[in-house]
């Protein structure tokens, strides 16, 4: 008795000495960086964790109400380019940074990247239109697993065990979804319908993933300096490229003069359709803007950790507000998700350079 009432208490003991180890780590950490710091980290922080999935759902909302334009949905994402360049403009006046010589390939990157953002935003909208905001966030997710990989083909980012295991957990999870597929479509929504939204959201999370790859190669290749002003200068550009992209397929298609019609016919009037396309102009930037933020002031492991929340957060609001469907394997695709999320933290913790 005496030996185990010992054992216990050098348990406890053990227990509260790693509680103070780590309330010092983090105290630390809080004094190594100014005030200003924390501020922005935590406000990029609510743009990845609100912004984010407030996007996502308001494209949700922008279909189930009467929109019909998939051009209109992903050019409201790229329309809101101005918004990084109010705060880009005034770093170069009041800190004295000095934007980035735009050399030719320089430009063609930006110009590519663009073409392929515009693309990515047209798969995604394609997806959010015959799929529940739940699902398309839960596929969306497969994004860091082709992330991972395009990364270790394209810029030679080391894959270990525990990255390599997320990958397989998430392609686990998109196989759930797949095989429950009968569980959360819509009424309205055919079978095939269903199906190119499951297809179209795999596919724009694909390129979801080579964009970033692609983007942390112009970086190596020809920035070579990793400051706020040139990761907003980057998002700036690619976004206004892919605003020329998407705007010309707008035109093309003739969406810009079906909005007055599709305005009129929305659920709740036309106020209720401008709100949902201003708004999703606003949050999807902030959005952006939080991920860069992230990225700057932590880690990739820090935006992996959010990007990682941020799914549960929209499959759980899209469920609240939208009265999505929650099925048991949607359940179970969601938490074999979050594990893969976590093996895939854990690999990048543990040293292995990876996007």
């Known amino acids: ?40 980290l935590f406000l990029s922080s609510l743009g990845m964790l609100v912004a984010f999935p407030a996007s996502s759902l308001l494209s949700r909302v922008y279909f189930a109400n009467g929109g019909t334009s998939k051009w209109i949905i992903s050019w409201v994402a790229v329309a809101g380019w101005p918004i990084p360049a109010l705060i880009l403009f005034p770093m170069y006046l009041f800190h004295r940074t000095s934007p980035t010589p735009l050399s030719l390939q320089l430009f063609c990157s930006y110009v590519f990247l663009g073409f392929l953002s515009a693309a990515d935003n047209l798969m995604y909208a394609y997806a959010y239109a015959y799929l529940p905001a739940s699902t398309a966030a839960l596929l969306a997710s497969s994004s860091l697993a082709f992330s991972a990989l395009f990364g270790f083909w394209i810029v030679n980012n080391k894959l270990n065990a525990s990255v390599i295991n997320a990958i397989v957990i998430i392609t686990a999870a ?80 003739k969406d810009f003069q079906g909005m007055t019609s599709e305005a009129k016919t929305f659920k709740g009037g036309v106020t209720a359709y401008n709100l949902v396309l201003i708004w999703s102009v606003i949050t999807f930037q902030l959005g952006v803007l939080g991920a860069t933020g992230i990225l700057f002031l932590a880690s990739t492991v820090m935006a992996g950790v959010l990007n990682a929340v941020r799914v549960p957060v929209t499959s759980i609001a899209a469920v609240l507000l ?15 998700t979050f594990w893969g999320f976590a093996s895939y933290i854990y690999g990048t913790s543990t040293g292995s350079k990876l996007p």
Not at 177 to 193: K, T
Not at 226 to 246: D, G, W
């Open 174 to 253: 998109m196989t759930i979804i797949a095989l429950d597929s009968d569980s959360d479509r819509y009424p309205y929504v055919s079978n095939s319908q269903y199906i190119w939204g499951f297809v179209w959201d795999i596919l724009g999370s694909a390129l979801h993933g080579l964009i970033f790859a692609l983007s942390e190669w112009v970086f190596i290749k020809f920035l070579g300096r990793r400051s706020f002003h040139v990761v907003l200068e980057q998002q700036v550009m690619v976004s206004f490229c892919a605003f020329l992209f998407t705007t010309i397929g707008v035109i093309i298609n």
């Open 322 to 336: 939208l009265n999505d469907p929650m099925s048991g394997f949607k359940i179970l695709s969601l938490v074999i």
């Open 1 to 40: 008795m005496e030996q185990e009432s010992t054992g216990s208490g050098s348990s406890k003991f053990s227990s509260l000495q790693w509680v103070f180890k780590v309330k010092n780590m983090a105290w630390e950490a809080y004094k190594s960086k100014p005030f200003s710091h924390w501020v922005l």
